[in-house]
């Protein structure tokens, strides 16, 4: 058995979940370790509880230095170029956009904070990329695809790899509830680069998905800078808005905030009838 039918066979006789069950904790290590010993007994446990709607929360995923060095590169990034947009395609070069209120009417969902794309065919600005890239592999491995799974491709291929790097900043930063498409990954894949109530980030917000009986289950609070997490990409998730009493101007290039790492396989533009997120 394949660690691919064991998600099929599961996802079979359960269905993709709707809600959050919990969580469950592990280190990334570890999760490495069951993945590349081919461990199939404790795989499929795992496969199980995340098909019930359990989000399996990876500890120490990555180290201080590498988030720090995600962080400043970024704004390093944010202060050589403007605010833009570009499709993807194979010309589109790694972009940062602003996202207010106003802006995000553009997208299929409400999100306001200071996101930025960065593209495996373009060069390497945010510097650690080879370390995201081999998180990123034992994490499509568990997920039932190849290691390398559309890691080269380009966005004429239809599927391309996108890292996404996201300033929510206190006041307004928010993602409303969704879920995501799950033809190309099964599971959102999800990066922490600060702490809730650490000095210099945020104190209110955060992530969420939503229990059985529609309350939102704060996650944040399980969760420290360098941490991962993984859940089925159609149980409702999102961010709960970020500091709502500030009273300081928003700072959409500064440090404070939550800041966010998403690696996702998406659909480019130039797939007919491309599949975004959707509201919940
Ligand atoms: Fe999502």
């Not at 099964?186 to 009986?213: D, E, P, Q, V």
Request: hydrophobic content about 30%.
């Amino acid at each position: 058995m394949t660690i691919k039918k064991l998600w099929t066979k599961n996802i079979k006789s359960s269905g993709m979940p709707e809600f959050c069950s919990g969580h469950h904790t592990m280190t990334y290590e570890n999760l490495r370790e069951i993945v590349q010993s081919k461990d199939l007994k404790l795989i499929s446990e795992l496969i199980e509880s995340m098909v019930s709607g359990k989000i399996l929360i990876l500890k120490d995923t990555f180290s201080k230095e590498i988030t720090r060095a995600i962080k400043s590169n970024t704004q390093a990034f944010w202060n050589r170029n403007h605010s833009t947009f570009h499709k993807m395609n194979d010309e589109c070069p790694n972009f940062h956009r602003v996202i207010d209120e106003e802006t995000s009417k553009k997208y299929s969902i409400r999100k306001v904070g200071h996101t930025t794309f960065f593209f495996p065919w373009n060069i390497d600005e945010l510097g650690v990329r080879e370390t995201i890239m081999d998180r990123w592999r034992v994490i499509k491995e568990f997920t039932g695809l190849h290691p390398y799974e559309y890691e080269t491709n380009i966005p004429s291929e239809g599927t391309c790899d996108r890292i996404q790097v996201v300033l929510y900043p206190p006041k307004c930063g928010i993602l409303e509830t969704h879920s995501d498409p799950f033809h190309n990954q099964l599971t959102f894949a999800s990066g922490y680069l600060s702490t809730r109530g650490a000095k210099g980030a945020y104190k209110k917000g955060g992530f969420y998905a939503i229990g059985k009986n529609g309350n939102k289950i704060d996650l944040e609070h399980n969760i420290v800078e360098g941490d991962f997490a993984i859940g089925l990409a159609t149980i409702k998730h999102g961010v709960e808005v970020i500091d709502p009493d500030s009273t300081k101007p928003v700072d959409w290039y500064g440090d404070e905030g939550r800041w966010f790492l998403g690696l996702y396989s998406n659909d480019s533009d130039n797939v007919k009838n491309r599949k975004t997120a959707k509201p919940a």
